[in-house]
């Protein structure tokens, strides 16, 4: 699953000159990073972990892909949907899909919904994991914009799965290098064993082009 770094804006072997022939006001943008230790919605995921990604937008339609590695295999992330805003009032509609070429683990996929004013968003995502024959599970996280590069993050899933979490963290850009910090205190359902286990800070740095 991914990373903080998603929420803060969390491969593919396309180029992006094909993605940009023959389409007007789009966008198209690449992003690579590594993190100390991959975390996604509380969850530890692996230490040392290096992604890449690509993303195109037009008129707030947007898709997207990217990957990381868990170690055993890669995650390989493929997103699209739509937002936009209204004043302060921003929205979303999408759906993630979370796929991986090992055993780490099995397939997700999830409607995303999202809303926002000024500095507070809420999002919302329902989905079903291809682990245990299918099971259902909803995710609710509210962060908010601190100021100055910081925010917080609290997250709970729901329905079949279960456990909560709270994140804070700073993220700057230094020369066009993104880098980031983030203290993560995951509750007793989403902790792992051994190094994995309890809180954990993790450190990032990544950049879009």
Sequence with gaps: MKTIAKLLSV?????????????????????VGVVSEYYYRGIYQKNSS???????EQNGFYAGAWTADVGDGLEVD??????????DFTYGVGFTGY????DFDETYEEVNLSVGYGPVSVGYSVGEWDGNGGTDYDFID?????GAG??????S?????????FEVGYGTTVAEIDLGVALIFPSDEL???GDAAGEAITFSIGKSF
Aim: proline residues 0%; aromatic residues 18%; glycine residues 22%.
């Design 11 to 31: 491969s593919a072997l396309v180029s992006g000159s094909l993605l940009t022939s023959g389409v007007a006001n789009a966008d198209v943008s690449y992003n």
């Design 50 to 56: 290096a992604s890449a990604g690509i993303d195109y």
């Design 78 to 87: 493929g997103y699209l949907g739509y937002g936009g805003e209204v004043g």
């Design 99 to 102: 796929y991986y070429t090992g």
């Design 142 to 146: 509210v962060t908010i914009d601190l």
């Design 150 to 155: 910081f925010y917080g993050t609290y997250g």
């Design 157 to 165: 899933f729901g329905d079949e799965f279960d456990g909560d979490y």
């Design 191 to 193: 902790e792992g064993t």
